[in-house]
């Protein structure tokens, strides 16, 4: 019902910038929290920014001041701007929205971008 394209990621030096985007399609009315989640290889998936439908966000503590999450409610899309790369920012980084009632975790995913970061 809900279909998630993620696109921007790739290569980058440790300090550099990258901009992921995410396009939601489908019945995206269910959709309230959208996020994105990363996960490296041998570690568990986590969080690393999500936004309400009203602009709210959140942020893993390990990104703060250095990510920016982003939505536009008209185009269906949430971007993620990540300034200041560090090479434990590489992995594989997942499209996540959910509705209003679903556990974090649940929802809809898209096929994830890598990012790598190394010099």
């Known amino acids: 019902q809900v279909q998630l394209v993620e696109s921007g990621g790739g290569l980058v030096q440790p300090g550099g910038s990258l901009?992921?985007?995410?396009?939601?399609?489908?019945?995206?009315?269910?959709?309230?929290?959208?996020?994105w989640y990363r996960q490296a290889p041998g570690k568990q998936r986590e969080m690393v920014a999500d936004i309400t439908r009203g602009g709210v966000t959140k942020y893993a503590d390990s990104v703060k001041?250095?990510?920016?999450?982003?939505?536009?409610?008209?185009?269906n899309m949430v971007d993620l701007q990540m300034n200041s790369l560090k090479p434990e920012d590489?992995?594989?980084?997942?499209?996540?929205?959910?509705g209003a009632f679903q556990a974090?975790?649940?929802?809809?995913?898209?096929?994830?971008?890598?990012?790598?970061?190394?010099?």
Do not use: E, H, P
Not at 25 to 31: A, D, E, K, L, V
Not at 90 to 97: I, L, P
């Open 65 to 75: 001041g250095r990510f920016t999450i982003s939505r536009d409610n008209a185009k």
């Open 90 to 98: 590489t992995a594989v980084y997942y499209c996540n929205g959910r």
């Open 104 to 119: 974090v975790g649940s929802g809809f995913w898209g096929q994830g971008t890598q990012v790598t970061v190394s010099s």
């Open 19 to 35: 901009r992921l985007s995410c396009a939601a399609s489908g019945s995206i009315f269910s959709i309230y929290y959208m996020g």
